[in-house]
């Protein structure tokens, strides 16, 4: 692959103008090695031009992380890889957290986009960078109350393990977990998609956390207390049509039997002991969409070894760069792949990053929770 020289970029011209923008700018080739710094990069990261260039930006310089901690450097990750192996530039800035020159992490929104030559072919790739540092405090504070509010409770059976990955599109996201043992012998969970995404959806998720605390005593049956969340929630769904999609399920440890409920969510997926994933249940009407809707529960067995891989739309509806989309049937496929189904349970960071690799996009578009739970 042709690649862009220093002296290239010089004779474009860029440095000048790109030395007047008040935003950070780097331009790499395609290897992700720094070939341009320009003066506002230099004051928000304090790294200065002859530090950086010849340098990938992964070599102890940005090192850009994402809102919840995940490192960015690895190949499918990072928003310039992505954008010069898919010829795409970013539909809308993306929040990272960079390092500075001192050791402190900066937010900082990121938009990136592939550098063509003139025969159209991808020589390397710019990334744009504005510090946000202001203006992300609250939305920091926003997302540890909502994180801290999904958080699952530390008495788990020893029986069961859970294993959940939580991943908004923005700071704060619409979708919503939680999980806790109600009596000895039964663990409660929910995971639901409330409309939309962001500060909005995610001030609903906390009405939800708020039914769980309030009717905690009827969790433990699935269908009476989905019946109940939904009629609580029915004038919120106002003129939308309904609140959210959800699964609710309990299950036993000792029995492995699971009861639940399948609100207009993605089917669960039963992951058997040879490993092949089946999904499970029959679709509801969304919570609040029917005012005096009335829930049935279903109920499979899980036996020693099996997990069940709860999760949101945003893990299947995603398209390929051919415009296929993902769908039920090709998460069946990339759980059947051996370094994301480990000894019958699902590894869900990889399982991640084989979703981020199939989606032509930069970042996945929508916001995304994985939760398995798995008998031992």
Request: hydrophobic share 40%; with cysteine; glycine share 10%.
């Amino acid at each position: 692959m042709k690649t862009l020289s220093r002296n290239a970029i010089r004779h474009l011209g860029a440095p000048t103008i790109l030395n007047a923008l008040p935003d950070g700018a780097y331009i790499t080739d395609v290897d992700r090695n720094i070939l341009f710094w320009n003066k506002a990069a230099e004051r928000i990261a304090g790294w200065s031009d002859s530090e950086v260039t010849g340098h990938s930006c992964g070599d102890n310089i940005l090192v850009h992380v994402d809102k919840d901690g995940h490192e960015l450097c690895g190949k499918e990750e990072c928003p310039l890889h992505r954008s010069i192996i898919t010829g795409q530039p970013s539909q809308e800035p993306i929040l990272v957290y960079a390092k500075h020159r001192s050791g402190d992490r900066i937010p900082v929104e990121v938009s990136v986009a592939p550098i063509r030559d003139s025969a159209g072919r991808i020589v390397g790739g710019i990334e744009l960078f504005r510090d946000l540092t202001d203006s992300v405090k609250d939305m920091e504070r926003a997302h540890l109350i909502q994180t801290t509010a999904m958080a699952g409770h530390a008495n788990l059976d020893p029986r069961l393990t859970v294993a959940v990955r939580y991943t908004p599109n923005e700071v704060v996201g619409g979708d919503f977990y939680h999980y806790e043992m109600l009596y000895p012998d039964l663990l409660g969970v929910m995971i639901a998609d409330v409309m939309g995404h962001g500060v909005a959806s995610a001030l609903y998720t906390m009405q939800l956390r708020s039914l769980w605390e309030d009717w905690r005593e009827g969790s433990g049956d699935p269908a009476r207390f989905v019946t109940h969340v939904s009629r609580q929630l029915h004038t919120l769904a106002g003129d939308a049509g309904y609140f959210a999609t959800a699964i609710c399920l309990t299950i036993n440890p000792a029995t492995g039997v699971v009861d639940y409920v399948r609100a207009g969510h993605p089917a669960p997926l039963h992951i058997g002991q040879g490993g092949r994933a089946r999904p499970a249940g029959t679709p509801q009407p969304a919570l609040g969409m029917i005012e005096d809707a009335v829930y049935t529960s279903e109920r499979l067995m899980m036996a020693p070894g099996e997990s069940l891989l709860l999760y949101t739309d945003g893990a299947i509806e995603i398209a390929s760069a051919e415009g296929v989309e993902l769908g039920e049937e090709g998460l069946i496929g990339l759980l059947a792949r051996p370094d994301v189904l480990c000894e019958g349970v699902p590894r869900l960071d990889v399982l991640e990053e084989k979703l981020l690799t199939y989606s032509a996009g930069i970042h996945l578009e929508d916001d995304l929770t994985l939760l398995a739970i798995t008998r031992r």
